[in-house]
């Protein structure tokens, strides 16, 4: 008799897939298996990252039971720069966390593979990196463990903790890592005396294009770079009228990306006119005050130009004047960064862009200032000040 789809149609499936919500990995014995979870945080700021991580190991058990078998968690913290990849730096702290994790599980539990549920991206270069951890563990993502919305896959259910005693242990090691990060960050920018901070130079310019472009109502694009001593850039454009107030706005966006507690900020000019302008402003109180109260600022400048002029009193920040085009290497180069917008095709950097955009940067960078590194640093859209009449007031803004 000939099968017809008609008569598939009225077949009946009898077969259930199996339920593979309770599989377990390949070795699994009844005693159950190891798992390390490590949980890692990190905060950046003025180009350094501020790492805190923790870590602690579990026995897992087909029946759903959790056993902490280390309640206090292994930790780590460090500071590094941003010249250092944090791809390299965090995935030697994830394998340093993990063979310190190994040492508190049982030997009966190493004679089969033992998991490790961490961030993703690092735990995919640690093991590119030691090709000899795949002899004796297998990785999950850390989402595996407190998403309880995960759908688990063969072989993953096993690290799963919430609902868990095990799992209400988590958040305390989530708050532990976030917690050393953020001890990195107040430790390495504390405030010190003014005798004993470390000296910074940063050097900014700012390029202006007028258009007739019918879409720039403000009249032209503003260009606003700088280049730190050591190789970082940051770079943002947006609609202006004066190109003296893109000179400001390159300073105070070196002050906001650069200056911490620690540090002699010194911001390298060649504008006399934004040079003595930041100066009235920190020294001269009516000055000061009717530029605020126009209400042409935006509060955000407002307060960060207030704390710029603070610690332009205390000595804490230096503002030097260099003349431009004379050859000097960092001084160029925060010319031609902030001049990329002329030359990059299109007056606004897409995203599709923005990787081109930061390469030729850093070629600029490392070919004009001598520096063997180069990265970018995001620069904040709101820093953009406006033309005022203080400035209308100045002669070296005409």
């Known amino acids: 008799m000939e099968i017809t789809p008609a008569h598939i149609k009225k077949c009946e499936l009898t077969w259930e897939p199996p339920d593979y919500t309770s599989s377990y990995p390949a070795g699994f014995t009844e005693q159950g298996v190891a798992v390390i979870v490590v949980v890692m945080d990190q905060v950046r700021a003025a180009g350094d990252c501020h790492v805190g991580l923790t870590s602690f190991a579990f026995i897992s058990r087909e029946n759903g039971e959790r056993e902490v078998i280390e309640s206090e968690p292994i930790a780590e913290s460090l500071t590094h720069s941003l010249m250092d990849p944090c791809d ?8 340093r966390a993990i063979l310190a994790a190994m040492e508190a599980i049982p030997e009966d539990y190493k004679t089969n593979l033992i998991t490790v549920a961490a961030d993703k991206h690092y735990l995919k270069l640690l093991f590119r990196k030691f090709t000899a951890f795949r002899d004796f563990l297998e990785y999950r993502s850390i989402d595996k463990v407190m ?28 708050d532990e890592a976030s917690r050393l990060a953020h001890d990195e960050l107040e430790k390495n920018t504390a405030q010190l005396p003014v005798d004993k901070l470390v000296e910074y130079s940063v050097f900014t310019d700012c390029s202006y294009r007028s258009t007739n472009n019918k879409k720039y109502l403000k009249g032209g694009r503003m260009g606003i770079g700088g280049v730190s001593e050591d190789g970082f850039f940051f770079h943002a454009h947006y609609d202006a009228t004066n190109i003296m107030t893109g000179e400001l706005s390159a300073m105070l966006a070196a002050f906001n990306i650069f200056y911490h507690g620690g540090r002699q900020l010194i911001i390298h000019t060649d504008s006399l006119g934004a040079l003595t302008f930041v100066l009235r402003l920190a020294h001269n109180r009516w000055v000061y005050n009717t530029w605020v109260t126009e209400g042409v600022q935006n509060q955000q400048v407002l307060d960060e130009m207030g704390r710029l002029t603070e610690a332009i009193r ?5 503002v030097k004047h260099i003349p431009g085009h004379t050859g000097h290497g960092l001084q160029e180069s925060s010319d031609s960064v902030s001049k990329m917008h002329r030359h990059f095709p299109g007056q606004i950097v897409d995203k599709g862009h923005v990787s081109e955009f930061n390469q030729r940067c850093e070629s600029i960078i490392t070919a004009l200032s001598g520096c063997e590194k180069a990265l970018r640093l995001p620069c904040g859209d709101w820093i953009q000040i406006r033309p005022s009449v203080v400035h209308a007031r100045n002669r070296l803004w005409k």
């Not at 390299?88 to 394998?95: E, F, N, P, R, S």
């Not at 998403?147 to 988590?170: C, D, R």
């Open 88 to 95: 390299t730096v965090h995935t030697d702290m994830l394998g």
């Open 147 to 174: 998403n309880p919305y995960e759908s688990h896959s063969l072989g993953e259910v096993h690290v799963k903790l919430t609902g868990t005693s095990a799992g209400e242990l988590m958040p305390h090691f989530m």
């Open 314 to 318: 205390e000595r804490r920040v230096l």
